[in-house]
């Protein structure tokens, strides 16, 4: 197995193509991206396995923007007969791996890929019992060291491999499953939810998102991710010269400020976050959040960085340099993290969290 599969947005395969080629040359572990547009995954074919499966233990997932999961995986296999698709299956994963106590069977994020969805599930049943009989499938799904991943490209045509329960999406396809509140003011409140599932760790969320927080968004008007900052019973200020969700404003946690974002200032010095998602240019909003933190006027930072038509990779990496090269400059240490999440379209999503101590700010893991 030499084979790094990479999940992604379809329409960003040279995104994530691009990124996890210099993420590999940065460890010195080479090989090439095979990419076919619109597909929602990306293949990085590594010259030894030995390095694959190095990269997909040390290589972060977190530190990778465009990509959603990333598992090691053998050949294609190819017109698997339809009275036994299993024997080739497990004959794939003989011998490799070691301790895994979770199977997903899974399909690229695709409309043609969908119809494939009901026989993978109904196919896991069958694959997980001779998994478990031939002991492949064998540890606890909390606390073994890998998953084993079957994705389905098209029928009888899969990638089999595996990936680290330490460096692996939890979520099925790389993907939260999200319900659209109906009393929210719009869909883009499911942004900023996805971004807290995959930003913050849940036994971080009492914490983090607690009750009583002071919060700013700016660019907030109808109040989608206001909405989301008031039911987790925080106090916004929503700034936007739109007009405001009535609904939002009945609750009492929310003054709205009629003002442009880029000129406002906090009335308070004891704001915890600061959330934004305007369509500007993505270089004057990473500047905007970037003044924010080293002013100390945030503790935390969500932002949507809106993507050009071309050169998108190159566009957030300059943008994520901006923050950080601002960040360093001004002594502030800072972690961020940057994701194209399921619910972002032409974006990325980026978070920042300050920490008080003088030491320099950078992007970790990057």
Not at 93 to 121: H, I, Q, Y
Not at 329 to 343: C, D, F, R, S
Request: aromatic share 10%; with cysteine.
């Amino acid at each position: 197995m030499n084979n790094v599969i990479l999940y992604c947005r379809p329409g960003f395969e040279k995104e994530c193509a691009a990124e996890m080629t210099e993420k590999a040359a940065e460890r010195e572990l080479y090989g090439f991206a095979r990419v076919k547009e619109n597909s929602g995954y990306v293949v990085f074919v590594c010259y030894q396995h030995e390095e694959a499966d190095r990269l997909i233990r040390t290589l972060p997932l977190r530190s990778l923007i465009f990509a959603r999961q990333m598992i090691l995986a053998g050949d294609l296999l190819r017109d698997l007969p339809t009275d036994d698709r299993i024997t080739p299956i497990v004959g794939m994963l003989t011998g490799a791996v070691a301790e895994a106590g979770e199977l997903r069977v899974e399909v690229p994020d695709t409309n043609e890929s969908k119809e494939l969805m009901k026989f993978c599930r109904k196919f896991t049943v069958p694959l997980r019992a001779a998994l478990r009989a031939q002991r492949i499938l064998r540890g606890d799904e909390r606390t073994s060291q890998q998953v084993i991943h079957v994705l389905f490209i098209a029928p009888g045509c899969c990638y089999v491999g595996y990936a680290y329960r330490h460096n692996h999406s939890p979520f099925y396809m790389g993907i939260p499953r999200l319900r659209f509140p109906p009393d929210a003011p719009s869909r883009s409140t499911l942004k900023l939810e996805e971004a807290f599932h995959v930003f913050v760790p849940a036994d971080e969320w009492d914490e983090r998102l607690g009750s009583g927080m002071y919060a700013v968004d700016l660019g907030a008007c109808p109040g989608g991710w206001t909405y989301q900052l008031v039911k987790r019973s925080m106090m916004v200020h929503a700034v936007d010269n739109g007009t405001m969700d009535e609904a939002l404003m009945a609750t009492g946690q929310v003054i709205h400020h009629r003002a442009d974002g880029f000129r406002f200032e906090p009335p308070r010095n004891n704001v915890y976050w600061l959330v934004c998602d305007m369509v500007e240019k993505p270089s004057r909003v990473a500047q905007l959040a970037a003044d924010w933190l080293v002013k100390g006027w945030c503790r935390e930072a969500i932002f949507n960085l809106k993507l050009p038509m071309k050169k998108r990779y190159e566009e957030v990496n300059q943008n994520l340099r901006l923050l950080c090269d601002q960040l360093a400059a001004n002594g502030v240490h800072a972690e961020v993290h940057a994701k194209q999440l399921y619910h972002d379209r032409e974006e990325v999503t980026v978070h920042a969290r300050r920490f008080w101590s003088a030491v320099p700010g950078r992007r970790d893991e990057r």
